[in-house]
């Protein structure tokens, strides 16, 4: 055949399910795809990133399970400064074990997405609440769809794994980054992610704990990259291990990083509301004052009126920062993309980009 000649299932670089060609695709041509597919699968380095803190009684399983479900990953402990045996056992467990000093999450994570360098990877936590035979039908699903992030939905196993607390702050957290971002994710804060090396090498990893989460899901959505929800079983902690969430603290930083993602990612929005808030109030002070003027011609409470003019000079002060910001910001997503559309995406070595 000549080399100029190409097959034109060969310029497909979605999957058949997203662009539709199943009902005019051939027998044969799926087996084509089915067994490139499994090729692919063989030869992806497959990376599984387990950040761990005083995780002695769990991270040994979390390995073997791992590496049970997808025996041609390599799995990686991060340890965050733990007091117990986790390196221990991690290491006996055969996992590549490393250190990072600076205490938090997010700075685990940040550590991770920098040294290693993989195709596929799994980012779990190591308590052994998240369910490791899901890997390889999500790593599949990546892979075949060509998407950039898989999210672990939890669909927990008992009632004391998710406790009622947790859930209700995650479906509040979920729908307050929704509703700017858009309505593509349904579990905000899930630990379970199967993330593309596309992803992984764009993301600037800004926060230092638990918020690690909502950095995670904001990027995809404000870059938007394609991704996916896949149903996992969520259960709780055996008995010896001890959570490091705190519901009250950690769920007031997540709710701080939110404000901030929505200041940064959608400044006009954000300053919208500081403006509808400083204008409302500017012209509820100053109502009582015009209608005395009306009346009787004098403005005695001159403190109030002046209160008001400079609530509202704040208002439309604050609107014009949105403006600019959001110019600012559309350039700075524009840099972001580029950078991101730089790096191959996850079917690009199927067909031979």
Request: with cysteine; glycine share 6%.
């Amino acid at each position: 055949m000549p080399q100029a000649e190409v097959h034109f299932r060969d310029q497909i670089p979605l999957s058949d399910k997203y662009l539709g060609y199943n009902s005019r695709m051939s027998e044969v041509e799926r087996i084509e795809r089915r067994a490139a597919s499994g090729r692919d699968r063989r030869s992806t380095r497959i990376a599984i990133l387990v950040p761990c803190f005083n995780e002695e009684s769990t991270i040994g399983t979390v390995i073997d399970d791992f590496r049970r479900a997808i025996p041609e990953s390599v799995v990686y402990v991060y340890d965050n400064n733990s007091t117990d045996r986790t390196i221990e056992v991690a290491e006996e467990h055969g996992a590549i074990v490393r250190t990072e000093l600076m205490q938090g999450k997010g700075h685990v994570v940040r550590r991770m997405f920098a040294d290693i360098e993989a195709d596929v990877f799994i980012l779990v936590d190591g308590d052994d609440t998240y369910d490791a035979a899901a890997a390889p039908a999500m790593v599949s699903e990546l892979l075949d769809n060509g998407l950039d992030m898989i999210t672990g939905r939890r669909i927990e196993t008992s009632t004391e794994a998710y406790r009622f607390g947790h859930r209700f702050g995650n479906k509040l957290l979920t729908s307050l980054v929704s509703a700017p971002f858009g309505r593509r994710v349904s579990d905000l804060l899930s630990g379970y992610r199967v993330l593309s090396r596309r992803f992984v090498k764009s993301f600037p990893v800004l926060s230092g704990g638990f918020e690690i989460e909502t950095e995670l899901t904001v990027h995809a959505l404000e870059l938007g990259m394609p991704q996916a929800e896949v149903d996992t079983h969520y259960k709780e902690r055996p008995e010896d291990s001890e959570s490091k969430l705190n519901t009250y603290r950690d769920g007031a930083r997540i709710l701080r990083t939110i404000i901030v993602l929505l200041k940064e990612e959608r400044p006009l929005a954000f300053f919208s509301v500081v403006f509808a808030v400083l204008a409302t109030v500017s012209v509820l002070l100053s109502v009582p004052i015009i209608i005395e003027f009306i009346e009787t011609g004098l403005v005695p409470r001159f403190p109030t009126a002046i209160l008001s003019t400079g609530l509202m000079v704040l208002a439309f002060l604050a609107l014009a920062c949105g403006f600019v910001l959001d110019t600012v910001t559309r350039g700075r997503r524009e840099l972001k993309r580029l950078s991101y559309l730089r790096i191959p995406g996850p079917d690009a070595r199927r067909f031979g980009e």
